[in-house]
């Protein structure tokens, strides 16, 4: 693979430390800006809503803008969010910077979508968004705790610090890696069709198909993960200091999942689907009665964070594919749809778990997943043809 995706997987993984790390810092913010903590947690919704509508605003903004030149924009404003972030006292300016950040970064992920497809060769593609994608997966397993451990050490900024600071070599790889080749057309979508054809693509069941099903499962798998650490505390009984283990077993097992899908999509995308969604929903069904034994109910947590984000990614790929025709739009579909259900899933998840205890979450990840599943199965057909040049016609 090019070394130029591997910088834009550094990037998605500061950017995905940066989404996440808020869940072990919210305390700390709360007391250091004297906001309550149910305040602080705002800054959570503010970020995903900031990625659902950054993703087709940016996408649709620079659509005419060099590929290089839109990336290194979104990822130096994603840094100067962080230094700002960093250095404020105010709680309103910090809320602004997250906002800022989750703009860049859905704009960054629209755009390095669609530019790792082109990167990688047409039967490759698959295995060049399970790439850039493992930058997220990695972010759950390293960054997410590193950024406890710094906010802990020292204080909450430090791990702001240090998000921007990973920036940097994203940046340089960036600038150095995406050259335009000589003697080919110039870098950018100045041939691409207009604006309103790649809306229309919107109108298309296969990827409106593609898009629902992207958000029903990472609303199940972000339900289910958000709230994870009242099951391993409450109904396993587990002491805290087993949260963060849960959490990276979890991490762990998306980045296999990401890895995995990524070499079979390609080849196999209704194998990929096929077996590996109801394997999924099986998973969820069984942590109600597993959840109470410790070393199950971690086996479980890696087995579903590979499944979740092996489904997971492999709709990314079906969107991107369905979207062919929308080259400057296709990644910000993708973007939105997934963060819708990042946004979603927890929402419906923190009802239910007030209503149904500490498994209520789980359950709510076994719904979407099943809506989803009896969606699938009779439309893999419609998402992921058999005949692959029928994936360019439609």
């Given at each position: 693979m090019p070394f130029a995706l591997y910088m834009l997987a550094l990037a998605v993984f500061a950017m995905g430390t940066s989404e996440f790390m808020l869940a072990g810092l919210v305390p700390n913010i709360a007391t250091?800006?004297?906001?309550?903590?149910g305040t602080a947690g705002l800054l959570t919704s503010a970020f995903a809503v900031g990625m659902i509508v950054g993703a087709p605003a940016m996408a649709a903004f620079a659509r005419r803008w060099?590929?290089?030149?839109?990336?290194?924009?979104?990822?130096?404003?994603?840094?100067?969010?962080?230094v700002i972030a960093a250095v404020t006292p105010s709680f309103s300016v910090l809320a602004a910077t997250r906002v800022l950040a989750a703009v860049a970064n859905a704009g960054f992920l629209a755009v390095a979508l669609s530019t790792a497809t082109r990167l990688a060769a047409p039967d490759l593609r698959g295995r060049a968004l399970?790439?850039?994608?493992?930058?997220?997966?990695?972010?759950?397993v390293a960054g997410v705790p590193a950024g406890a451990l710094f906010g802990a050490a020292m204080g909450w900024r430090s791990t702001f610090w240090a998000v921007a600071l990973l920036c940097v070599p994203a940046a340089i790889g960036i600038l150095t890696g995406l050259r335009p080749r000589p003697g080919s057309a110039p870098e950018g979508p100045g041939g691409a069709p207009s604006l309103r054809s790649e809306l229309a693509q919107l109108r298309a069941p296969r990827l409106l198909m593609a898009m629902l099903l992207g958000?029903?499962?990472n609303g199940g798998t972000f339900s289910a993960f958000t709230f994870l650490a009242p099951v391993v505390t409450g109904t396993a009984g587990l002491d805290e200091v087993w949260v963060p283990l849960a959490l990276v077993l979890f991490g762990i097992g998306s980045f296999v999942g990401v890895t995995a899908a990524g070499r079979l999509s390609d080849q196999h995308p209704r194998l990929a689907l096929g077996v590996t969604a109801p394997i999924l929903l099986l998973g969820w069904l069984a942590f109600a009665p597993l959840a109470a034994h410790p070393l199950p109910?971690?086996?479980?947590?890696?087995?579903?964070?590979?499944l979740a984000f092996a489904v997971g990614s492999t709709l990314i790929a079906r969107v991107l594919h369905?979207?062919?025709?929308?080259?400057?739009?296709?990644?910000?579909?993708?973007?939105?749809a997934l963060n819708i259900g990042a946004a979603a899933g927890p929402a419906i998840g923190a009802v239910a778990l007030s209503g149904s205890a500490d498994l209520g979450p789980v359950r709510v990840a076994t719904a979407l997943t099943g809506i989803a599943l009896l969606m699938m199965l009779p439309s893999l057909g419609l998402i992921a043809p058999r005949d692959r040049t029928a994936e360019v016609v439609r």
């Open positions: 250091s800006l004297d906001v309550s903590v060099p590929a290089r030149a839109t990336l290194l924009g979104c990822v130096v404003v994603f840094a100067l969010c962080h399970a790439v850039l994608l493992s930058g997220t997966t990695i972010a759950t958000a029903l499962v109910l971690l086996v479980l947590v890696f087995v579903q964070g590979a369905a979207a062919s025709e929308a080259p400057t739009m296709g990644g910000s579909y993708a973007t939105a």
